[in-house]
């Protein structure tokens, strides 16, 4: 009975209407919720400053546990005269609430802007505190983002973060963006200027990168990282195409969703991985062979054996990698 009455509270939040900011300013239900159900706080994690005005938070590991507290990418904020812009929340309104307290280190200045990178939970679950500290915040992301989550996104995202962090999210309500991105956004906050870029499906239909003009530095949310994980929803060839227009913006520094902030060598990288696999796969598939006879020729290729064997993930799940480049390879010859 408990579990249901929380269930169709969550969902009244969820499916209510387009007011979710509105729930912040606490219905009477509401209230019951935050204050009889709440998972526990996430402990402080310092910032690390990239650039005059970049900083990004470190994730507490590579995938959600309980001992993590869901914490597995890097939240990132870019304090400007105009404010404070927040891209990626984390994956639950604890997450949320511990990134305000870490920008509260560094300025006073509220947070006036939030930027979801894509739809993946660890990238918008913790939108629900930076609502609640400031009703007038703006939350914006690719209109791909909104569709997923008002459709089975919202729930999935919530209920897959419950499991993996034995429920430490309790609390969290979905909290969709309602500011539209398709790329190409310039948005002047007072000398610092921030770029959204949309380059088509890479590690999913709806990513943005951030690029910081003024400090060469660009947030790629999960478009590239050292950690292999999640290309269910991506492209091979979107990803290596993407990854190209990103080595031609004149930046230096690359924060990703996951992993630490790097130069240049982070995108060639990554570019590198994606080839690999994908050529590899494409000239295997020719040759007649199935997805786990390709595997060991993949793995003897040098930059897998040198780099991407480094990478975490690297033994469960490149697997699942070829499997999807197969399927994508399949596909492009229709
Ligand atoms: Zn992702």
Redesign the pocket.
Known sequence: MEQMSRRNLLKKTLWGSASLVGLSAMTPLYVHASMEFKGPKVPDVDAVKVSDHCYYIPALGSSPSPENYGMFSNPGFVVTPKGVVVIDTGSSVQIGEMILRQIKKVTDKPVVMVINT?Y?GD?WLGNHAFVAANQDVKLYSHEAVQKVLKTDGGKFWFDFMQRNTDNKITGTVVTIPNQTLKGGEVFGMGGVTLKVHHFGRM??ESDVAVEVVEDKTIYMG?MVMRRIA?MEDGSYKGTIAGLDSVLSLPVNQYIP?HGKHEGKQLILDGKEFMETIYKNTAKYYDEGLSDFEMKPKIMVEPFMKNVASQWSGYQSTLGKFIVVAIKEYEQSMF
């Open positions: 894509h993946h990238h590690h999913t999960d999640n969703g």
